[in-house]
């Protein structure tokens, strides 16, 4: 085979004549005017319909501002809790620090929190739902949750070389499927200063917020695969966006800009090198300081924050058009089409908890760190990530409190507020308090970039002799099953009727409305025992819990698994066994050649994934003769929760749609 390639090369003696004599990108902003507190970005292409070019909507790309925030405000971020009545409480030091966030000693200081806030998989996580409006009409119907769908797509469609090449471009990285924990909902009743809860219950619901990848130990170890030992696809994602101009890179313990040494000073870069480049960096990062006036016996000392901590990152996160929709995929050049994308965004807010021992001089023990509520306008996933507080992790620094007095009989608590929100401003209204909260130092809007063609006259007569071309892509419907028990069957009608239906996919989630809420009366958290989450959440807005945007919820499968279209089995046989469904549905969906071909294929789930922590259900329904597509047809699921857990279950139905346009026009035909 190799000598035919030889001789075949050595044939190719001519160049080939140019398609196209010049090829342009054009960016336009949105239509919010750098407001996304409605949760939505709007984009219309009218200044590229009039420009007399070739639009390739294929290769567009939009290019959407995010800001992280992690913070706590000046009133009420710090409580010491006097729980001994007869003991008064006496401060000799009235200033404590607070975080020690941007006073790093040392390369391997523990008040560094570089890591402590990340992402969930992929960048397109920020959009909740898309519509588009092509030439008036619309073409591309609102479908909440169509970022599950997508990831999906992107998870068994992309290679580990994509990874390599645009994984940093996409803000994608999956996690790894066996790092996954469990913290079960708290028991009940009150606790008590002195009381440790212990690691079981340290965060709540599934956790795989680890980034200390270290080497796992085997000797006198249970079958535990990876359990905490780090997650490396969070890590990869957080590298990306995370750069510190003042972080040590030196041998020296030399900061590269303003460094400890005037050796070091300024060898590389300063803040401008990321301002002016919009390079995704940290563009905030403050410590906080704190004052502890003495209380008489019973009563808790007043605590005031002198200095907010605060820490933010500015991401310019990178959505391709194809990614978002399969519309964009199958776009032919387009010119003089007028088109409107309205994009719903997921912007999330998350409250966290944290909880200490009694308070002494130096560090304090940490014993939870919980979250206590998330809010997302739109009921979408939170695509932002919180790194473990226990050791090694990038989290330890949040965690980490320490006073250099002791407070007799006292324990802490202390409130965090976590943002992700698209454009320049953190739209959380506590957050927005903080005095050294700032703007973001990228972008302020939304951009849409697309490529413009200009034609070789010769080619664009031969292109333009048939000028009506058919798109044929597919849409996605979306439905849920919720709560079924564990061992509890489905049998569930999806819908009545979808003509041309190509595929059905199950993403299994821990139910959010099985069991009922733990309430610990000191500290007020009311856990979901199904979950071990906050009651009444669902699991994919956990910033511990990186499900919905990848991973569903770990070990959750299906046994008598089967589809009916229009009454009729799309599985032979009922489906038992995980490898049935792996082997003879998942594997090859979606990837190069279908994994027919060994050495040339695509795709990220393997066995493992699937078995562990990408439990997805998939089945290609959209064999059918060509006089059946037009006809509307039932989907219904049938099968039993295998999992200990009750599980609701997202639905995605893919059918084909199809439009005729002009090209030269965009007029649809």
């Not at 769908?149 to 996690?175: A, C, E, H, R, V």
């Not at 209204?429 to 909260?437: D, M, Y």
Request: proline share 4%; aromatic share 10%.
């Amino acid at each position: 085979m190799c000598d035919k390639l030889v001789f075949d090369l050595s044939q190719e003696v001519e160049g080939s004549p140019n398609v196209f004599v010049r090829k342009d990108w054009i960016n336009i902003l949105d239509n919010q005017n750098q407001n996304y507190s409605n949760n939505q970005s709007i984009i219309d292409t009218s200044q590229l319909s009039n420009s007399n070019k070739y639009m390739s909507y294929r290769e567009s790309y939009l290019a959407i501002p995010l800001l992280l925030t992690i913070g706590m405000p000046t009133s009420g971020g710090i409580v010491i809790d006097n729980d001994a009545t007869s003991t008064s409480v006496a401060v000799t030091n009235g200033n404590q620090p607070l975080g020690k966030w941007n006073t790093e000693t040392s390369p391997t200081s523990t008040g560094n929190i570089d890591n402590a806030i990340g992402l969930k998989n992929w960048f397109g996580q920020i959009i909740h739902s898309f519509t588009l409006d092509y030439n008036g009409s619309t073409c591309v119907q609102q479908t909440p949750y169509i970022n599950m769908w997508n990831t999906f797509k992107l998870m068994t469609s992309l290679s580990y070389q994509d990874l390599l090449s645009q994984g940093g471009q996409i803000g994608f990285y999956p996690d790894d499927a066996a790092s996954f924990q469990f913290y079960p909902a708290l028991a009940g009743g009150a606790l008590t200063a002195t009381t440790v809860v212990g690691t079981d219950s340290l965060m709540n619901g599934v956790a795989n917020n680890t980034d200390y990848v270290g080497i796992q130990k085997v000797t006198a170890r249970g079958n535990a695969y990876e359990s905490g030992n780090g997650n490396n696809g969070y890590l990869q994602r957080k590298n990306l966006i995370n750069f510190d101009s003042h972080s040590y890179m030196c041998t020296s313990d030399a900061y590269l800009e303003g460094g400890v040494t005037a050796t070091y000073s300024n060898t590389f870069l300063s803040d401008s090198f990321s301002k002016s480049l919009w390079k995704s960096y940290i563009s905030t990062k403050q410590s906080g300081n704190i004052a502890i006036a003495a209380a008489a016996a019973g009563a808790d000392p007043v605590v005031t924050i002198a200095t907010a901590p605060v820490l933010q990152i500015s991401v310019m996160s990178i959505v391709k058009l194809k990614h978002v929709h399969s519309f964009f995929n199958m776009c032919p050049l387009l010119k003089g089409v007028f088109m409107k994308l309205t994009l719903n965004l997921n912007n999330t807010s998350s409250t966290l908890l944290t909880t200490y021992g009694t308070v002494g001089a130096g560090a304090v023990a940490l014993q939870n760190f919980h979250v206590t509520s998330v809010s997302n306008a739109i009921g979408g996933v939170n695509p932002m990530m919180i790194t473990a507080p226990t050791t090694n992790n990038g989290g330890a620094g949040l965690g980490a409190l320490s006073f250099t007095t002791a407070v007799a009989g006292a324990s802490v608590k202390a409130t965090y507020y976590t943002n992700i929100s698209v454009g320049s401003r953190c739209l959380d209204q506590t957050l927005a308090t903080i005095t050294n909260n700032s703007t973001g130092q990228l972008a302020n809007s939304v951009y849409l970039y697309v490529p413009a063609y200009t034609f070789n006259p010769p080619f664009e007569q031969a292109i333009l002799s048939s000028p009506v071309k058919q798109i044929n892509y597919t849409d996605v419907y979306q439905y849920q099953i919720i709560n079924v028990p564990s061992d509890g069957m489905i049998n569930q009608l999806i819908t009545n009727g979808i003509a041309n239906i190509k595929s059905i996919l199950i993403l299994p989630y821990l139910s959010s409305s099985a069991g009922s809420s733990v309430t610990c009366t000191k500290t007020g958290f009311g856990n979901n025992t199904n979950t071990g989450f906050i009651q009444g959440y669902p699991v994919y807005q956990s910033p511990f819990d990186p499900a919905g945007c990848g991973p569903t919820s770990p070990l959750a499968h299906i046994t008598n698994f089967n589809v009916q279209i229009s009454g009729q089995n799309a599985i032979y046989n009922l489906q038992k066994y995980n490898f049935e469904q792996f082997n003879n549905q998942l594997y090859g969906q979606n990837a190069v050649n279908g994994g027919l071909t060994d050495g040339l294929t695509s795709g990220l789930v393997g066995r493992q994934e699937f078995d562990m922590n990408y439990c997805y259900y998939y089945v290609n329904v959209e064999r059918m003769l060509p006089v059946e597509m037009g006809v509307p047809k039932s989907v219904q699921i049938v099968g039993q929760n295998k999992s200990v857990k009750a599980m609701d279950y997202f639905v995605f139905v893919e059918y084909g749609v199809k439009i005729s346009i002009d090209i030269l026009t965009g007029a649809r035909v």
